[in-house]
């Protein structure tokens, strides 16, 4: 079963406005990570905050983590064409130390 | 190599035929983790291996579904007769450790995409 979900599922935006996804889990966690995939293949990491932090900057990147509210937002500012992607959520349960599980991802298109 | 490793690339396979998957890990990663995708959804976790051990096979879909490691290295999953409702992408990842330790980030393979005609 899936542990993360994003929301929104899809979301469409013009270049150089902000985009904003958020993730929402159900368990304990060790950390949270984003990563995203272009043409449904493989995934790349881009950031990882733990269960001891709120908010983590990556260049164009702003993660933070809510554990109260089990939740999580990616902030993309500045959108370019090329972060046109699939943006997926991952939690590490804390209970658990044998996977990490993905939500169903937000498609990201970011018109030029 | 520099990165994960995955092959084919690509297989068409029949009803009824066994396909081997291969996963070449990052040289050291002691964890290897094996997902499946289908179209437009999120991933599905399947098993992961740390070492040459898979302590927790309850994420295979089936007992046609098989996997292994050897040397701590490669990792093949095996799917005995397969069925169209098996046609996905299979992605494997490792790790330098178990992915719920605090600092970890999984490194991701390009998939293999079959499909199962």
């Known amino acids: 079963s899936q542990q993360g979900e994003e929301d929104p599922q899809a979301l469409s935006i013009q270049e150089g406005e902000n985009a904003t996804m958020n993730c929402s889990y159900k368990t304990s966690i060790n950390n949270l990570q984003w990563y995203r995939q272009n043409s449904g293949r493989g995934l790349v990491h881009l950031i990882l905050i733990r269960s001891n932090e709120r908010e983590k900057h990556s260049g164009r990147l702003r993660v933070t983590l809510d554990t109260s509210k089990k939740s999580s937002s990616l902030l993309i500012t500045a959108s370019r064409a090329a972060d046109t992607a699939s943006y997926f959520c991952?939690?590490?349960?804390?209970?658990?130390?044998?996977?990490?599980?993905f939500g169903a991802g937000t498609r990201l298109t970011v018109k030029p | 190599g520099a990165g994960v490793s995955q092959s084919p690339s690509n297989k068409v396979t029949e009803k009824g035929k066994d396909v081997e998957l291969r996963c070449d890990p990052i040289?050291?990663?002691?964890?290897l983790y094996w997902y499946r995708q289908s179209l437009g959804q999120g991933l599905e976790f399947l098993i992961y291996?740390?070492?040459?051990?898979?302590?927790?096979k309850s994420g295979l879909p089936s007992d046609r579904f098989s996997a292994e490691r050897t040397g701590g290295s490669v990792s093949t999953l095996t799917i005995q007769r397969t069925q169209q409702e098996d046609s996905a992408v299979y992605l494997c990842a490792s790790s330098p450790e178990l992915l719920s330790t605090m600092n970890t980030e999984a490194f991701f393979g390009q998939g293999t995409r079959l499909t199962v005609v």
């Open positions: 991952a939690t590490a349960d804390l209970y658990n130390n044998n996977d990490m599980r």
């Open positions: 040289s050291g990663h002691t964890a």
């Open positions: 291996f740390q070492g040459n051990s898979a302590p927790d």
